[in-house]
């Protein structure tokens, strides 16, 4: 069924259509954004270091970016050095990886930058077997490894893995989709080089090598509320997703994984948001371009997308 959009704008495309198999409305009336903005700013997280700390307090942030440089000034070390955050456990856990919202009541740890590795590999596979994700400011890491790919074979690599390097490359800055690009395009039947950098670890146990959770298995929230960051505008504090816009968005963020080679919640969420009051998938394309133009989706994907958003309302996702 096609979409019909003769006219839909087309930008410079930072991403087309599949690229690796490997891997987060309108605005209120002015009169009203300035409580929800001072409510979200009073609010205080506790947070450690993955690896062990003291419990250090945070507050007064809008976007993961901010909250990087909080924890970072809490515990004297530079914003940089956090590769990700996990929400109630100190664990490499990509089920439980901050996202867009954090629960009222979560407990924030930080996973700084450990052992750096450097690895040679013989691309034989069409298919990498990665999933790539970031943590909103940058530094791309490994959220899944697909079992049985060319990736589970090679054992150094683990779930959490910051991705450093692609053939001497500095990508630590790029977002997902830019190194799921890279590893897209690398040549089959050629040695490629990787600079990874592995989550600090504590001294405990280590558990056993992860290949990453399952998408079902993942939490969006905890609470009945969460604050809602962003990367423009001030946090907010918002409801908990309703069950209908929850399913959507782990809908939406498989197909981001299919086409585009990344998982990124918030991204999900921005596009459900999207179509929230869209009649028609022709209308829901043109707010996908106001919002996000610069990803320039494919027709094929933003129909998909439109139809898990009415699928979920329908009552037909799992």
Not at 12 to 32: C, F, I, Q
Not at 142 to 159: A, F, N, P, Q, W
């Amino acid at each position: 069924m096609p979409l019909g959009l003769g006219t839909r704008k087309k930008g410079k495309s930072k991403e087309t259509s599949k690229l690796v198999d490997s891997e987060a409305a309108s605005p209120p009336p002015a009169a009203e954004a300035p409580a929800p903005a001072a409510s979200a700013s009073r609010l205080q997280f506790h947070t450690q270091l993955a690896h062990g700390s003291p419990t250090g307090r945070v507050e007064g942030f809008s976007s993961a970016r901010e909250l990087y440089a909080k924890i970072a000034d809490v515990f004297g070390i530079a914003p940089t050095e956090i590769m990700f955050c996990t929400l109630n456990t100190h664990k490499v856990d990509m089920d439980k990886l901050l996202g867009a919202q954090i629960g009222l009541e979560d407990f924030i740890f930080a996973h700084v930058k450990g052992q750096r590795k450097e690895l040679e590999i013989l691309k034989s596979d069409d298919v990498l077997g990665l999933t790539v994700t970031d943590n909103g400011a940058g530094c791309p890491f490994i959220k899944r490894i697909r079992e049985g790919s060319l990736m589970d074979r090679t054992k150094m690599i683990c779930v959490g893995d910051h991705i450093e390097s692609i053939n001497g490359k500095d990508v630590s800055d790029l977002r997902h989709y830019e190194v799921a690009k890279m590893l897209k395009d690398l040549e089959k039947g050629q040695v490629f080089k990787l600079k990874l950098i592995e989550p600090m670890k504590s001294f405990e146990k280590v558990a056993a090598r992860s290949k990453g959770g399952t998408l079902t298995e993942a939490k969006i929230s905890r609470g009945r509320e969460t604050l809602r960051l962003r990367n423009k505008g001030p946090a907010t504090v918002e409801e908990m997703l309703s069950e209908v816009e929850e399913k959507a968005v782990k809908k939406v963020d498989e197909l981001l994984e299919t086409y585009m080679g990344i998982r990124d919640i918030e991204l999900a969420a921005t596009m459900v948001e999207a179509g929230r009051d869209k009649k028609n998938p022709d209308e829901f394309a043109v707010a996908l371009d106001e919002t996000l133009g610069d990803f320039a989706f494919p027709d094929e994907f933003v129909f998909d997308v439109w139809g898990a958003i009415g699928d979920a309302k329908q009552g037909r996702l799992e």
